[in-house]
């Protein structure tokens, strides 16, 4: 079998697909404090039990005013003070205002705040307006226009992160239902693996796909049971297997998966459970396996990433990070890839479609423009740290070139979208 052979290999399209549908019950509900459910995702949808703003208040630092008092004259005395946290109490007679701090709750029958900038103070204490220039409501945020209480503020599904958090503590939500952490075991496989920081010898080499799927994987929210290196030996890798089994929710594993005497990953998966399919026709990632042990009562999912550590992370990104945002119950959305201008010509590759690691900039008539990172081999570890997305180029049609001249439209995914 040829490196490049892709006989029996699923589109992407398909393999996501089939990941999504095999993998559609999620891990069990619990309750966390808010405090708490940072990164965690939502089980249930949230109600506003209250209206935000909680009360009508001031936007600005400044005056509380009727318009009525000043239609006939520009110049109020002072009835009184509201401070955030300490309304204004008391009586607000006809021809005064009431001066007003940011977040205060505006008085009873108040139209309007004058930014104190606008306002001139009097040697007599009285201030002087510019009728003309108030707008009735201006610098007044009412009661509910952000929140209406009883609306439904937050989808189940959303992992809660920053964005959302002030807002359920704003709602004074104490308490929220949402998954528990995912669980998910890896190894590598592969006599040539040396742990970080041991000697290496004649072709050893660093296991340094550990480094991306543990980042990948805590940057998820998971819960990381690493297994460790594991040699080409069918007995340690069952074992590994079998421990995944019994204390993970999902396995993940790299190296192994491709035809070579010694990738038994495969063999053992059709041992121990089933192989949904092992073959995508992408590049890197040709070889990637997923599957079902199906030895335990749960039968885990397994993905088996291919050991290159470039295949190994772009299919971590295009085809791990959403099955486990399934089991995750995280309803992710799908990339949003970007159209982009080639800087330079990039070659193509018959068959199947090509994620390239890029760099993007805007050019200087506003166009996002996308340059190589560099080397594209599936081993090359320097153009993957200095890219910021990944470049899709779909294979040349038969017979056509197989090189994309500079200029031409394709589709980017920033880094930073995938979560990185
Ligand atoms: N005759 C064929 N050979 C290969 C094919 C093929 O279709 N026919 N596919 C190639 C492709 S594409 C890839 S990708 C690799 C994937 O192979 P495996 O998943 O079986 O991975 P290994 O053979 O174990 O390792 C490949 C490569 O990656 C290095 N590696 C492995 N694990 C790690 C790790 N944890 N950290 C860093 N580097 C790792 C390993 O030393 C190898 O250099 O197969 C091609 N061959
Ligand atoms: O398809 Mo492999 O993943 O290129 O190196």
Request: with cysteine; glycine share 10%; aromatic share 6%.
């Amino acid at each position: 079998m040829s490196g490049c052979d892709i006989s029996g290999a699923l589109s992407l399209l398909e393999a996501q697909a089939h990941l999504t549908e095999a993998l559609s019950t999620a891990v069990a509900v619990e309750t966390l404090p808010l405090a708490e459910a940072q990164g965690r995702v939502l089980a249930e949808p949230v109600t506003a039990g209250l209206p935000l703003p909680g009360f009508d208040n001031a936007a600005m630092d400044g005056y509380a005013v009727r318009l009525t008092d000043l239609l006939t004259t520009d110049t109020l005395t002072l009835a009184g003070k509201a401070f955030a946290g300490a309304p204004f109490i008391g009586d607000w007679p006809a021809g005064s205002c009431v001066r007003i701090m940011t977040g205060a709750p505006v008085p009873e029958g108040a139209e309007a705040v004058v930014m104190q900038e606008e306002v001139q103070i009097l040697a007599d204490g009285r201030l002087r307006f510019t009728p003309a220039t108030i707008r009735p409501g201006q610098h007044i945020r009412r009661q509910g226009e952000d929140v209406a209480a009883g609306s439904v503020v937050l989808a189940a599904g959303l992992r809660l992160g920053a964005q959302q958090l002030p807002l359920l503590a704003a709602l004074n939500v104490a308490q929220v239902q949402v998954r528990r952490p995912l669980k998910v075991a890896f190894f590598s496989s592969g006599d040539e693996l040396r742990s970080l920081g041991e000697p290496l010898g004649p072709g050893q080499i660093v296991d340094s796909n550990r480094y991306a799927i543990a980042c990948l994987l805590e940057s998820l929210g998971c819960e990381v049971l690493d297994l460790g290196i594991i040699p080409d030996d069918p007995a340690a890798l069952r074992s590994a297997f079998l421990q995944a089994d019994r204390q993970a929710d999902a396995l993940i594993t790299s190296g192994g998966v491709s035809v070579g005497e010694a990738d038994y990953t495969k063999e053992l998966l059709s041992e121990l459970g089933e192989v949904a399919f092992w073959k995508v026709a992408i590049k890197p990632g040709k070889p990637f396996a997923f599957g079902r042990l199906t030895r335990g009562t749960r039968g885990i999912p397994f993905f088996g990433l291919p050991g290159n550590p470039v295949s190994a992370l772009v299919t971590f990104l295009l085809l791990v990070r959403p099955a486990l945002a399934c089991l995750m119950g995280w309803q992710l959305p799908p990339p949003r890839w970007l159209p982009a201008l080639t800087q330079a010509p990039l070659r193509l590759t018959p068959g199947r479609q090509d994620f390239q690691r890029g760099c993007l900039f805007v050019d200087e008539d506003g166009a996002l423009r996308v340059a190589s990172a560099g080397g594209q081999g599936s081993a090359m570890l320097m153009s993957l740290a200095a890219a910021d997305c990944l470049v899709r180029l779909d294979p040349p049609a038969a017979g056509a070139s197989r090189e994309l001249p500079a200029g031409r439209r394709v589709w980017v995914w920033p880094f930073a979208e995938a979560g990185l």
